[in-house]
C-alpha cells in the first residue's frame, strides 16, 4: 500500500507541476504534458497492465480536474500506455533513449487520437494550422521534460522493486 501512495503522490507532485508553474513558460496556452510522459516511462518500466493502469488513472484524473469531456484523457492514455508496455519487455530499463524518442511518439499520437475524437463528436478545425499552432510546440516541449519525467520515474520505479523484493 506504501507503494501506491508513493506512485499517487508522484503523480499528483507532476500534475501540480503541469498545472501550476508549467503553464508560466507556455507558448499560446500550450504546456508540457507531464502525465503522458508519466504514462509513457511507466509503461515501459512495468509493462502493458501496469502502464494502461497508470495512463487510465492519471488521464481519468486530468478529466476530473479540468472538466473537459470525462473519459476522453483517460482513453487516450490508457492506449498509450498499453501500446508503450507492450514494447517494456523488449528495451533495456536502463536505456534512457529510447522513451525519451518514445514520448514524441506518444504525444503524435495523442494529438492525433484526440483529434479524430474531436472530429467525431461534430467539432471543426483546420488540421494544418492546427499542427502548426499545437503539435510541433507540444513536441518540443514534450522533448525538453521527457528526460527529467523519465529520470525520476525510473529512480522511483527502482526504488519500489526493491521494496517489493524484500
Sequence with gaps: MKQFGKLAAYAAILYVLQTSLLPLIGYRGISPDLMLLLTVSFAFLRGTRQGGLMGFSVGLMQDLATGTFLGINAFTHLLIGMACG??????????????????????????FIL???????????N????????????????????????????????????????
Design 115 to 125: 483529434a479524430l475524437l474531436m472530429v467525431l463528436l461534430g467539432y471543426r478545425f
Design 86 to 111: 507492450h514494447f517494456s519487455d523488449r528495451v533495456f530499463k536502463e536505456q534512457f533513449f529510447l522513451p525519451v524518442l518514445a514520448s514524441l511518439a506518444a504525444t503524435a499520437a495523442n494529438y
Design 127 to 166: 488540421p494544418v494550422s492546427s499542427v502548426q499552432a499545437m503539435l510541433i510546440p507540444m513536441l518540443i516541449y514534450q522533448l525538453a521534460f521527457a528526460y527529467p519525467v523519465h529520470r525520476l520515474t525510473y529512480a522511483l520505479d527502482k526504488q519500489l522493486s526493491e521494496k517489493e523484493k524484500h
